[in-house]
């Protein structure tokens, strides 16, 4: 579709016509979904894999749908992506997670963890988000720094050019960046040194590869993140000595469900609690 002005997509979607009207009807309920607390943000453990102390959180959207129950954001991300509505859902995603914080650390004192939140291209090609982060980060008085925004490639490819200056500008204020999803697609090395990302990534599906290639290819993309001073966080790990051999290769961090599945904010709350009591 052309992208009028503001970003906004026209109204004539062929996709939508040839998926039938199933998404039209998800669209329409997801409009309605942020007014009526359908949405909400859970988080999942990032930890260290030396200690396997938590050294922050990503923050994951939840849509429960009144009939269809729980959707998943791998159906109603891309719905929201292809209207207007990735916007709102984004702001809403960044607002609550940087109220979540703020509240955790008010049953816990200051305490050293980030939040990880997920950006879309749209978001970033939308003139108004450098100011509504600006204005969320001082409305509830978050330190930058506590504040990560994780990007896939595909995300910066939309435009490259803007992207760029818009992440030096985010950077600049302290929030860190991490590239999402490395390891599929094209991953182009020209990605880790052209934008100003500290930390990246590796997909699920490189972690996993069971080739024989595999422990090469990690080995080499991890010396490499580390070579230009990049942190590396290892996605979906499944085993102890999967785990103990991400270490080993210089693999900084680990999020899977075998260090905890992605829980609601009071659940956070609890558990920080007890591993930082005032
Ligand atoms: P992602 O950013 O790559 O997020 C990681 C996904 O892997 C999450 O799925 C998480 O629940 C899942 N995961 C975590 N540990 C494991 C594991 O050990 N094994 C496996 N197989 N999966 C694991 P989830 O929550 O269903 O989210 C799917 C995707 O939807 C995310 O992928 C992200 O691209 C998108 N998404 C979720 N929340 C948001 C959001 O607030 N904004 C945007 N723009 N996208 C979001
Ligand atoms: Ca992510
Ligand atoms: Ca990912
Ligand atoms: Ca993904």
């Known amino acids: 579709a052309k992208r009028a002005g503001g ?29 009526r607390k359908e949405l909400s943000m859970v988080y999942q453990p990032i930890v260290r894999l030396a200690d396997g102390e938590v050294a922050g959180f990503e923050a994951l959207m939840r849509w ?55 950006l879309s291209s749209a978001q970033l090609l939308s003139s108004e988000l450098y100011s509504d982060i600006r204005a969320l ?25 803007q992207a760029r200056l818009l992440l030096a500008k985010l950077k600049e204020t302290g929030i860190s960046l991490a590239l999402d999803d490395f390891g599929t697609g094209y991953s182009s090395l020209a990605y880790l040194t052209r934008f100003p990302f500290d930390t990246i990534k590796l997909d699920k ?26 942190q590396v966080v290892a996605e979906g790990i499944e085993s102890d000595a999967d785990a103990e051999e991400l270490a080993k290769l210089g693999c900084d961090f680990g999020q899977s469900y075998l260090f905890g599945a992605p829980l609601g904010s009071e659940s956070i ?9 005032l």
């Open 205 to 230: 599906a490189l972690v996993n590869d069971r080739s024989d290639k595999r422990s090469v290819l990690l080995k080499s993309v991890i010396s490499m993140a580390r070579g230009l001073e990049m």
């Open 7 to 35: 970003n906004r997509v026209e109204p004539f979607r062929p996709a939508f016509r040839t998926a039938g009207t199933d998404r039209l009807q998800l669209e329409t309920d997801l409009r309605r979904a942020i007014e």
């Open 269 to 277: 709350q609890r558990l920080l609690k007890e591993r930082f009591p």
């Open 64 to 118: 429960d749908h009144p009939k269809r129950g729980n959707i998943p954001p791998s159906e109603f991300i891309p719905i929201a992506e292809m209207s207007d509505l990735i916007e709102p859902l984004g702001m809403f995603a960044l607002e609550r997670a940087t109220t979540d914080l703020m509240e955790w650390e008010r049953h816990t004192g200051e305490i050293p963890v980030f939040v990880a939140v997920n």
């Open 137 to 161: 980060l001082g409305k509830t008085r978050c330190d930058p720094h506590r504040i990560r925004l994780e990007l896939t490639e595909s995300v910066v490819m939309e435009n490259p050019e």
